[in-house]
């Protein structure tokens, strides 16, 4: 007997992707509701998106090849394992940058000090007064160095340097977005660390990270505050995607919240999720926040003052200089007799172990305290040059983002389907006041992109102005109001008849 949902199946893989109810059932020999059903089940097996064509018809498509939901892409199980290494490297590389360059400052300071009291010592060898005044700056100088390390040592293992609370800032343009309250020091409540300050020059500042699953809470919210109904030009407003992003979305909920996908009289097609609305609790409704209310942040090169940058890049160039002086003593032992001379005439027990030791034999020392510094800190410094140009790529495209989403919401909310080009930008203009001016080019680009999300069509009116017409859109968002008016849905779970017993 010949199985329906293979011969579909079959006809998919023959790169016949896109099916309506009447294509399956030419290809099954099956009835109109018989054939919806075998589709039904090959939309809840397989990655598909509804559609909708202008007289009406339903569409599955499937794709460019069938593919399981339950299955991962490639690319998806990249992104993870991506995501669980980078997540990992960056704990380890946060601590290791840290520990690295305060160890060597510590290291190379007490190099220096050391040399400069053999130097002292050998000035002053003929006065027992003057060595114990260099013995006594030896041990106050190593005495502090010990407190500063010893002081910042703790701090360095808070890897995680954020409260996880959020509060909002502005960017430079004027748009409002989240970022999260760094944790502070003991001393100073109301600034960053020092430590994170570091770990922020290097990798940048955190972003605010968004629950995996706020979008599902963010739909389901809005679901069961408006009568159980969404259309997918709905989800393009509370969420930033575009028009083929909406689509698996809306699908995806149609699958995950046992929703039916309906197309009305008009030929609107809308998610129906009675299930949704039926609730026995009276639980607190995820907040809703459209996707123009809220602006997406720009990349910081490194967040920090410019005082902060400047003490770090000091400590960071003290640490190189001291890899390539030590190096000059490894390719140069002209230097480091030098160096020699100085301690074999100071009687100093410190300067003659620790100096005597590391410039007798340099080349045995040179990775530790020569090569590794040099190429450490030279890199620590260089990475945030190299972040900077991908940064400026960055912002560029999320500046031209927030732009959308201002245009976006003057098309929402304009009672008008159609709008100039000067119309457009004089809305968007006065509604933020406090955030950029926008100019018709700006405009212009950007709605060249939203044309095809919205279904518009840009056309030339009488007096040769660009107009834009969004009919067929907001024809979909006035018929999904009018649904909601005249839908009276019953959300009564009614008396309990059935009661299990635990005990």
């Known amino acids: 007997m010949a199985n329906p949902e293979k011969e579909i199946i079959k006809s998919i893989n023959k790169n016949n992707t896109k099916l309506t109810v009447a294509d399956a059932s030419s290809i099954t020999g099956l009835g109109i509701e018989e054939s919806k059903s075998v589709l039904e089940i090959l939309f809840e ?5 509804l559609k909708v064509t202008e007289n009406g018809d339903l569409i599955y498509d499937f794709g460019s090849k069938l593919f399981l939901r339950t299955k991962k892409t490639f690319k998806e199980r990249m992104a993870e394992i991506k995501a669980y290494l980078g997540g990992l490297l960056m704990i380890v590389f946060k601590i290791l940058i840290t520990v ?15 040399i400069i009291i053999a130097a002292s010592s050998k000035n002053d060898s003929d006065s027992d007064s003057s060595s114990r005044r260099s013995g006594s700056g030896s041990s106050f100088g190593n005495f502090m160095i010990t407190q500063m390390f010893f002081s910042e040592l703790r701090s360095i293992f808070y890897w995680q340097t954020i409260t996880g609370n959020t509060v909002y800032s502005k960017d430079r343009y004027g748009y409002r977005h989240k970022v999260y309250q760094p944790r502070s020091t003991v001393m100073s409540k109301n600034k960053k660390s020092k430590v994170a300050s570091v770990y922020d020059f290097v990798f940048g500042p955190p972003r605010v990270e968004i629950h995996p699953l706020e979008n599902e809470k963010e739909a389901v919210s809005y679901i069961t505050q408006n009568k159980g109904v969404i259309t997918t030009n709905e989800l393009m407003g509370l969420a930033s995607w575009r028009k083929p992003e909406a689509e698996n979305f809306f699908s995806k909920l149609l699958l995950n919240f046992d929703g039916e996908g309906k197309i009305s009289e008009n030929g609107t097609l809308f998610g129906d999720f009675y299930t949704l609305i039926r609730k026995a609790g009276s ?15 720009e990349y910081e090169i490194t967040g920090n003052s410019a005082g902060t940058n400047a003490a770090i890049i000091f400590f960071a160039l003290f640490n190189l200089v001291g890899g390539l002086l030590f190096l ?3 390719i140069s032992p002209e230097a480091a007799s030098g160096i020699l001379y100085n301690v074999n005439n100071s009687d100093n027990f410190l300067v003659q172990s620790i100096l005597g030791t590391l410039f007798s034999n340099p080349q045995q020392f040179a990775f530790v305290l020569g090569w590794f510094p040099a190429f450490f800190f030279s890199s620590f410094l260089a990475y945030p040059l190299f972040r900077s ?4 790529k960055k912002n560029g495209k999320i500046h031209l983002e927030n732009i959308r989403k201002r245009l976006l919401k003057e098309i929402y909310l304009s009672n008008s389907d159609k709008l100039n080009l000067e119309e457009l930008t004089s809305l968007a203009n006065a509604r933020g006041e406090n955030e950029e001016k926008l100019n018709k080019e700006e405009v212009q680009k950007m709605m060249d992109d939203l044309i095809y999300d919205l279904e518009g069509e840009m056309i030339v009116d009488d007096q040769a102005q660009i107009l834009y017409d969004f009919s067929r859109f907001k024809i979909d968002l006035r018929e999904i109001e009018s649904l909601r008016k005249n839908r009276r849905p019953d959300n009564s779970l009614g008396d309990t008849m059935i009661e299990s017993n635990n005990e």
């Open 45 to 49: 097996k397989y990655r598909c998106n």
């Open 100 to 114: 690295v360059l305060l160890i060597y400052f510590v290291i190379f300071t007490v190099i220096l000090i050391l």
């Open 283 to 297: 639980q607190k409704n995820f907040p809703i926040t459209w996707y123009w209310d809220e602006y997406e942040p």
């Open 328 to 330: 000059s003593t490894v």
């Open 389 to 392: 140009f991908i940064i400026k």
